[in-house]
Protein backbone atom coordinates (compact mmCIF):
# COMPACT_ATOMS: atom_id res chain seq x y z
CA UNK A 1 0.00 0.00 0.00
CA UNK A 2 1.19 3.65 -1.08
CA UNK A 3 1.12 6.21 1.28
CA UNK A 4 0.10 10.00 -0.52
CA UNK A 5 1.20 12.95 0.81
CA UNK A 6 -0.19 16.34 -0.35
CA UNK A 7 -1.31 19.61 1.23
CA UNK A 8 -3.55 20.75 -0.86
CA UNK A 9 -5.56 18.59 -3.66
CA UNK A 10 -7.14 20.14 -6.90
CA UNK A 11 -8.45 19.17 -10.04
CA UNK A 12 -5.90 18.89 -12.63
CA UNK A 13 -7.89 21.48 -15.12
CA UNK A 14 -8.61 23.83 -12.44
CA UNK A 15 -6.71 26.31 -10.96
CA UNK A 16 -9.02 26.07 -7.52
CA UNK A 17 -7.39 24.59 -4.74
CA UNK A 18 -10.65 22.13 -4.21
CA UNK A 19 -9.43 20.42 -0.97
CA UNK A 20 -7.16 21.19 1.80
CA UNK A 21 -5.53 18.85 4.40
CA UNK A 22 -4.74 20.73 7.63
CA UNK A 23 -2.41 19.28 10.35
CA UNK A 24 -4.12 18.02 13.30
CA UNK A 25 -6.10 15.97 10.74
CA UNK A 26 -8.89 18.22 9.59
CA UNK A 27 -10.48 18.49 6.02
CA UNK A 28 -11.12 21.78 4.30
CA UNK A 29 -13.68 21.68 1.42
CA UNK A 30 -13.81 24.68 -1.23
CA UNK A 31 -17.30 23.81 -2.21
CA UNK A 32 -20.56 21.94 -0.93
CA UNK A 33 -20.14 18.10 -1.02
CA UNK A 34 -22.50 16.02 -2.77
CA UNK A 35 -23.13 13.12 -1.62
CA UNK A 36 -24.87 10.23 -3.91
CA UNK A 37 -27.86 8.26 -3.45
CA UNK A 38 -27.52 4.23 -2.68
CA UNK A 39 -29.86 3.99 -5.61
CA UNK A 40 -30.50 7.67 -7.27
CA UNK A 41 -30.36 10.84 -6.84
CA UNK A 42 -27.68 13.35 -4.79
CA UNK A 43 -27.59 15.14 -1.34
CA UNK A 44 -25.44 18.41 -1.16
CA UNK A 45 -24.29 19.61 1.98
CA UNK A 46 -24.32 23.25 2.09
CA UNK A 47 -22.98 25.67 4.97
CA UNK A 48 -24.80 28.95 4.93
CA UNK A 49 -23.01 32.19 2.98
CA UNK A 50 -21.27 33.75 6.36
CA UNK A 51 -20.32 30.27 8.56
CA UNK A 52 -18.01 31.27 11.14
CA UNK A 53 -16.54 28.87 13.47
CA UNK A 54 -19.28 26.42 14.15
CA UNK A 55 -19.61 22.88 14.88
CA UNK A 56 -22.50 20.29 14.62
CA UNK A 57 -21.88 17.04 16.59
CA UNK A 58 -23.86 13.78 15.60
CA UNK A 59 -25.16 11.55 18.33
CA UNK A 60 -23.31 7.93 18.45
CA UNK A 61 -26.64 6.29 17.02
CA UNK A 62 -27.71 4.78 13.49
CA UNK A 63 -30.10 7.44 12.76
CA UNK A 64 -32.32 9.70 11.12
CA UNK A 65 -31.16 13.29 11.20
CA UNK A 66 -34.67 15.50 11.96
CA UNK A 67 -34.64 18.84 9.34
CA UNK A 68 -36.33 22.32 9.76
CA UNK A 69 -39.18 21.81 7.59
CA UNK A 70 -39.69 17.88 7.50
CA UNK A 71 -42.24 16.46 8.26
CA UNK A 72 -41.39 13.88 10.93
CA UNK A 73 -41.97 11.72 14.00
CA UNK A 74 -39.60 12.34 17.32
CA UNK A 75 -39.39 10.03 19.66
CA UNK A 76 -37.29 10.12 23.32
CA UNK A 77 -36.96 13.91 23.42
CA UNK A 78 -37.18 16.36 25.96
CA UNK A 79 -38.19 19.71 25.53
CA UNK A 80 -36.53 22.35 27.74
CA UNK A 81 -38.82 25.84 28.21
CA UNK A 82 -39.90 25.42 24.46
CA UNK A 83 -41.92 28.28 22.70
CA UNK A 84 -44.87 26.45 20.55
CA UNK A 85 -46.66 28.40 18.53
CA UNK A 86 -49.16 28.04 15.74
CA UNK A 87 -50.60 25.19 14.25
CA UNK A 88 -48.35 23.51 16.98
CA UNK A 89 -50.41 24.19 19.63
CA UNK A 90 -53.88 23.58 17.84
CA UNK A 91 -52.45 19.49 17.17
CA UNK A 92 -51.49 19.84 21.26
CA UNK A 93 -54.47 20.91 22.51
CA UNK A 94 -55.14 17.76 24.94
CA UNK A 95 -51.52 18.94 25.95
CA UNK A 96 -52.07 22.31 26.66
CA UNK A 97 -53.19 23.80 29.54
CA UNK A 98 -53.63 28.00 29.46
CA UNK A 99 -55.09 30.11 32.30
CA UNK A 100 -56.99 33.45 31.14
CA UNK A 101 -56.30 36.71 32.90
CA UNK A 102 -58.33 36.35 36.72
CA UNK A 103 -60.83 39.24 36.92
CA UNK A 104 -62.11 40.59 39.88
CA UNK A 105 -65.65 39.97 40.41
CA UNK A 106 -66.67 43.15 42.24
CA UNK A 107 -68.69 44.78 39.88
CA UNK A 108 -71.50 44.15 36.89
CA UNK A 109 -73.86 42.05 36.57
CA UNK A 110 -71.89 39.15 34.36
CA UNK A 111 -68.43 38.21 34.04
CA UNK A 112 -67.53 37.08 30.76
CA UNK A 113 -64.02 35.29 29.50
CA UNK A 114 -63.99 35.43 25.75
CA UNK A 115 -61.36 34.16 23.04
CA UNK A 116 -61.47 30.30 23.86
CA UNK A 117 -59.60 28.82 20.97
CA UNK A 118 -62.12 26.75 18.49
CA UNK A 119 -59.60 23.15 19.86
CA UNK A 120 -60.38 23.50 23.77
CA UNK A 121 -62.50 20.50 25.12
CA UNK A 122 -62.29 21.21 28.93
CA UNK A 123 -62.63 24.90 30.49
CA UNK A 124 -62.58 24.91 34.48
CA UNK A 125 -63.98 28.22 36.06
CA UNK A 126 -62.24 28.88 39.26
CA UNK A 127 -64.45 30.87 41.70
CA UNK A 128 -62.12 32.56 44.90
CA UNK A 129 -64.69 34.49 47.34
CA UNK A 130 -67.37 35.38 44.88
CA UNK A 131 -70.64 37.05 46.48
CA UNK A 132 -73.25 39.59 44.70
CA UNK A 133 -75.77 41.86 46.23
CA UNK A 134 -78.90 39.36 45.73
CA UNK A 135 -80.08 36.13 46.31
CA UNK A 136 -80.74 34.90 42.75
CA UNK A 137 -79.18 31.53 41.92
CA UNK A 138 -75.57 31.63 40.31
CA UNK A 139 -74.99 30.20 36.71
CA UNK A 140 -73.05 29.86 33.79
CA UNK A 141 -73.56 30.40 30.34
CA UNK A 142 -71.62 29.15 27.16
CA UNK A 143 -70.87 31.29 24.12
CA UNK A 144 -69.84 30.67 20.90
CA UNK A 145 -69.12 33.22 17.67
CA UNK A 146 -66.04 35.78 17.58
CA UNK A 147 -68.92 38.16 19.15
CA UNK A 148 -70.33 35.37 21.71
CA UNK A 149 -73.55 34.81 21.24
CA UNK A 150 -74.85 32.92 24.89
CA UNK A 151 -76.54 30.19 25.25
CA UNK A 152 -79.67 31.10 27.58
CA UNK A 153 -82.01 28.23 27.13
CA UNK A 154 -82.03 24.42 26.62
CA UNK A 155 -79.66 23.78 29.73
CA UNK A 156 -80.82 20.70 31.71
CA UNK A 157 -79.13 19.52 35.11
CA UNK A 158 -79.71 20.41 38.55
CA UNK A 159 -77.76 22.04 41.69
CA UNK A 160 -78.55 21.18 45.63
CA UNK A 161 -76.95 22.31 48.87
CA UNK A 162 -75.38 20.78 51.48
CA UNK A 163 -78.24 18.81 53.04
CA UNK A 164 -80.71 21.02 50.79
CA UNK A 165 -83.08 20.30 47.96
CA UNK A 166 -82.02 19.82 44.51
CA UNK A 167 -83.08 23.19 42.17
CA UNK A 168 -83.25 22.27 38.23
CA UNK A 169 -81.87 24.74 36.00
CA UNK A 170 -82.30 25.32 32.28
CA UNK A 171 -81.05 29.26 31.49
CA UNK A 172 -77.65 28.34 32.36
CA UNK A 173 -75.04 25.64 33.90
CA UNK A 174 -75.88 26.58 37.73
CA UNK A 175 -73.61 26.00 40.35
CA UNK A 176 -74.79 27.76 43.43
CA UNK A 177 -78.15 27.45 44.37
CA UNK A 178 -80.10 29.12 47.35
CA UNK A 179 -77.10 31.92 47.95
CA UNK A 180 -77.58 34.53 50.37
CA UNK A 181 -76.31 38.38 50.09
CA UNK A 182 -73.40 37.84 52.53
CA UNK A 183 -72.09 34.71 51.08
CA UNK A 184 -69.11 34.13 49.56
CA UNK A 185 -68.34 31.19 47.18
CA UNK A 186 -65.04 29.46 46.85
CA UNK A 187 -64.49 26.26 44.03
CA UNK A 188 -64.41 25.14 40.57
CA UNK A 189 -66.75 24.57 37.83
CA UNK A 190 -65.67 21.94 35.12
CA UNK A 191 -66.91 22.09 31.54
CA UNK A 192 -65.90 19.38 29.59
CA UNK A 193 -66.97 18.58 25.59
CA UNK A 194 -68.15 15.32 24.69
CA UNK A 195 -68.69 14.80 21.09
CA UNK A 196 -69.09 18.31 18.76
CA UNK A 197 -70.20 20.94 20.00
CA UNK A 198 -72.52 18.80 23.25
CA UNK A 199 -70.79 20.03 27.12
CA UNK A 200 -71.46 18.85 30.08
CA UNK A 201 -70.60 20.64 33.77
CA UNK A 202 -69.73 19.41 36.99
CA UNK A 203 -69.07 21.73 39.94
CA UNK A 204 -68.10 21.74 43.60
CA UNK A 205 -68.50 25.61 45.52
CA UNK A 206 -67.97 26.20 49.28
CA UNK A 207 -69.84 28.76 50.97
CA UNK A 208 -66.69 30.03 53.18
CA UNK A 209 -69.35 32.12 55.06
CA UNK A 210 -71.86 29.68 56.55
CA UNK A 211 -69.27 26.49 55.75
CA UNK A 212 -71.37 24.88 53.43
CA UNK A 213 -71.36 23.34 50.23
CA UNK A 214 -73.18 23.50 46.90
CA UNK A 215 -73.41 20.88 44.05
CA UNK A 216 -74.16 21.53 40.48
CA UNK A 217 -73.83 19.04 37.16
CA UNK A 218 -75.86 19.04 33.42
CA UNK A 219 -75.35 19.23 29.92
CA UNK A 220 -75.98 21.53 26.91
CA UNK A 221 -74.63 21.98 23.29
CA UNK A 222 -74.07 25.13 21.33
CA UNK A 223 -74.77 25.87 18.03
CA UNK A 224 -71.01 25.85 16.67
CA UNK A 225 -67.58 25.85 18.16
CA UNK A 226 -67.65 27.17 22.23
CA UNK A 227 -65.43 30.66 22.21
CA UNK A 228 -66.91 32.27 25.78
CA UNK A 229 -68.25 31.34 28.90
CA UNK A 230 -69.95 33.52 31.40
CA UNK A 231 -70.75 33.91 34.97
CA UNK A 232 -74.04 35.80 36.03
CA UNK A 233 -77.04 34.95 38.50
CA UNK A 234 -80.97 33.66 36.79
CA UNK A 235 -82.10 36.69 35.32
CA UNK A 236 -78.83 38.48 35.26
CA UNK A 237 -80.24 40.88 37.78
CA UNK A 238 -77.76 40.70 40.78
CA UNK A 239 -74.68 42.68 41.07
CA UNK A 240 -71.36 41.35 41.90
CA UNK A 241 -69.76 42.53 44.99
CA UNK A 242 -67.06 40.07 45.83
CA UNK A 243 -64.05 37.77 44.65
CA UNK A 244 -62.20 37.27 41.65
CA UNK A 245 -63.12 34.60 38.94
CA UNK A 246 -61.14 32.72 36.11
CA UNK A 247 -60.62 30.21 33.73
CA UNK A 248 -58.21 27.33 32.56
CA UNK A 249 -58.86 26.02 29.59
CA UNK A 250 -57.16 22.59 27.50
Partial sequence: MSTVKATNIQEPNSATVNITLGTSGQVTLAKSPVLNGSTSGTLTIAAPAVAGTNTITFPAATDTVATLAATQTLTNKTLTSPTITGAVVSSMASSVLTSATAQASTSGTSIDFTGIPSWVKRVTVMFSGVGTSGTNNYIIQLGYGATPTYVTSGYLGSATTQGGTSTAFSTGFMFNSSPGAT???????????????????????????????????????????????????????????????NIMYE
Avoid: C, E, P, Q
Wanted: glycine content about 12%; proline content about 0%.
Fill in 183 to 245: DAYSGIATITNITGNAWTMTSMIGNTVNNNMRYGAGNVSTVTVLTAVRITTVGSTDTFDAGTI
